[in-house]
């Protein structure tokens, strides 16, 4: 059963802001939330993760809703080199095996 | 940050004959790896999740006498696919647990099997 929805696909322009939604309604209290990305025939790259606060990163800011049940990744000003297929995990902690879905494909357009 | 170096990163081999693949966490010691597979357009797939001086746990479907891992120290584990055939082309992806929990991918290694 997948633990996460994703919109199959997302297009930004270039310059503005990339919103990524991810619903994850069963998450239980101990698991986080993470994203990752994979740019084409590359390993994926973290991005960032969170349990219930806000974060944000160098790459990203990660909302969290109150109930945890989804999330949204931000990307403040989008790039073309931002187009890939992001990926929302959840799972206890990043060290173990982590089940990626199908993930959405963002693709930035110039 | 942390690195984890796979090789070969692409390699193209004739169906009947076994390919080697390292994974290595070239900066950390790596108590536990991971090895997904990747088909075109699919998302990674979970293989195997090998610990250092252990067997490796393989995921439901997947054979273990055909994809064999060996993690013989804290930096290297290898996947080794015997027999390829032309359905086990695919992009072969590990990733390295830290000892704080902190999970690195390598850049993937694509296997063509003619």
Same mark, same amino acid.
Request: glycine share 6%.
């Given at each position: 059963?997948?633990?996460?929805? *994703?919109? !199959? ?14 619903? @994850? ?11 990752? =990305?994979?740019?084409?025939? *590359? ?6 993760? #969170?349990? /219930?606060?806000?974060?944000?990163? &160098?790459?990203?800011?990660? +909302?969290?809703?109150?109930?945890? /049940?989804?999330? !949204?990744?931000?990307?403040? @000003? ?20 982590? !089940? ?11 | ?18 390919? /080697?693949?390292?994974? =290595? ?15 075109? /357009? ?16 393989? &995921? ?10 060996? @993690? ?20 072969? +992806? ?11 991918? #390598? &850049? ?7």
């Amino acid at each position: 059963d997948a633990k996460t929805t *994703q919109p !199959t696909s997302m297009d930004c322009a270039e310059g503005r802001a990339a919103n990524l939604p991810c619903n @994850h309604s069963t998450i239980s209290g101990n698991e986080y939330v993470y994203w990752y =990305r994979q740019i084409h025939s *590359q390993g994926p790259q973290y991005i960032i993760h #969170g349990l /219930k606060n806000n974060e944000t990163n &160098e790459m990203a800011s990660l +909302i969290i809703t109150e109930d945890r /049940k989804s999330s !949204t990744l931000i990307l403040p @000003h989008a790039t073309l080199r931002d187009t890939a297929v992001y990926y929302c995990i959840v799972e206890e902690t990043s060290g173990s095996r982590l !089940t990626f879905g199908e993930g959405t494909q963002l693709t930035v357009n110039p | 940050g942390a690195v984890v170096s796979q090789h070969p990163s692409w390699v193209i081999c004739k169906s009947g004959t076994s390919v /080697k693949i390292e994974c =290595r966490s070239l900066d950390f010691q790596a108590t536990t790896m991971f090895w997904y597979r990747q088909f075109p /357009k699919q998302s990674l797939m979970l293989m195997a999740t090998s610990n250092e001086g252990s067997k490796a746990t393989y &995921e439901q479907g997947v054979e273990k006498d055909k994809f064999l891992i060996n @993690h013989a120290s804290l930096t290297l584990s290898t996947l080794t696919v015997t027999s390829a055939h032309p359905e086990d082309s695919s992009f072969y +992806i590990c990733s390295a647990s830290t000892l704080t929990g902190e999970l690195f991918f #390598g &850049e993937g290694s694509r296997l063509t099997v003619l």
